[in-house]
């Protein structure tokens, strides 16, 4: 067992310093993404979009993002974010966020804020999922069973992911496109931060969007065999609606399907559920997917 795994504690902190962005005036924050290796992982840049965009919001709690990965980011560089400030209304706010590394805008997001109001409330029910406290590490269904056949550092590496920050476990048997039922591509896991946030909920927000891109891309990438870190796939859009104020300090449901592909791109569309069964946040995403390159 790793020290990030005996001390959960450790991976709030990293997180929580990734989130304290450095204000370089009233509409531009810095950030550290503080990875040691690998690409840069798109749900720290969207959490930390949030993050910029709220520091300017004088009201409300956000209710959109809608953003675009435009080119890999690195691992150790820090990410200069700039917002602008695109509405001012009595319900509504709409911030643009645009990341710029070394140089080089790898991201831009529309984040939306709105004031509580009345009105109408539906959703479809939550899918059934068994209780998270007995199901297995999500990691450990996906890629422990391919590490005999991956070099032992990256083996390490993936194991060193397990709960930092979030504790991801395994709500359903992933699918296989060669598994004979012609299923699509469908996932069901848990998420729960390894501790408890502060209260504060535009750290709530960051951490969910941080979840929502935590393998969703795997929906689909290890359905036909393609999943790799740092691979074949990739994250090209995204987008989050959060219905209710967000929290995320108990277990969520994070259910994904994936209704169409084609051209080596997918779209995925998720739903995330607290445990009382309300759905607290939908996501999309469309995502690259390349069979590996033969060596």
């Known amino acids: 067992m790793t020290e990030a795994q005996e ?12 989130m304290a962005l450095e204000p370089a005036d009233y509409n531009r924050f810095r950030g550290e993404p503080g990875q040691e290796e690998g690409r840069l992982f798109g749900g720290l840049v969207l959490a930390q979009a949030i993050v910029a965009a709220g520091r300017t919001a004088s009201f409300g709690s956000i209710h959109s993002l809608h953003a675009y990965f435009l080119r890999a980011g690195k691992p150790q560089d820090p990410i ?60 450990t269904t996906i890629a422990l069973p391919r590490m005999a056949d991956i070099p032992p550092a990256m ?51 960051a951490a969910l969007a941080y979840f929502s891109d935590s393998g969703l891309v795997a929906t689909v990438a290890h ?34 399907e994936s209704p169409a592909a084609h051209a080596a791109r997918a779209i995925m569309i998720a739903g995330m559920y607290d445990r009382s069964g309300t759905r607290i946040a939908t996501v999309a995403q469309e995502g690259l997917f390349r069979a590996p390159r033969e060596a």
């Open 7 to 18: 001390a959960p504690g450790g991976a709030i902190r990293e997180f929580l310093r990734q």
């Open 80 to 139: 200069d974010y700039t917002v602008e400030r695109i509405r001012e209304g009595r319900n509504f706010l709409t911030r643009r966020v645009t990341a710029v590394q070394a140089g080089h805008t790898i991201f831009e997001a529309s984040v939306s804020f709105a004031a509580p109001e009345e009105g109408i409330s539906h959703q479809a029910p939550m899918p059934a999922a068994p209780d998270p406290e007995g199901c297995p590490p999500w990691w």
């Open 155 to 205: 083996a390490e590496r993936m194991r060193s992911r397990l709960g930092r920050p979030i504790d991801l476990r395994s709500a359903a048997e992933p699918t296989r496109a060669d598994d004979g039922t012609g299923r699509l591509p469908a996932r069901a896991v848990w998420g729960r931060m390894a501790e408890p946030l502060p209260e504060d909920p535009l750290l709530h927000a």
């Open 223 to 256: 359905h036909y065999g393609l999943w790799r870190p740092g691979g074949s796939s990739a994250s090209l859009d995204h987008a989050m609606w959060f219905h209710r104020p967000p929290r995320f300090d108990d277990w969520v449901l994070y259910v994904s």
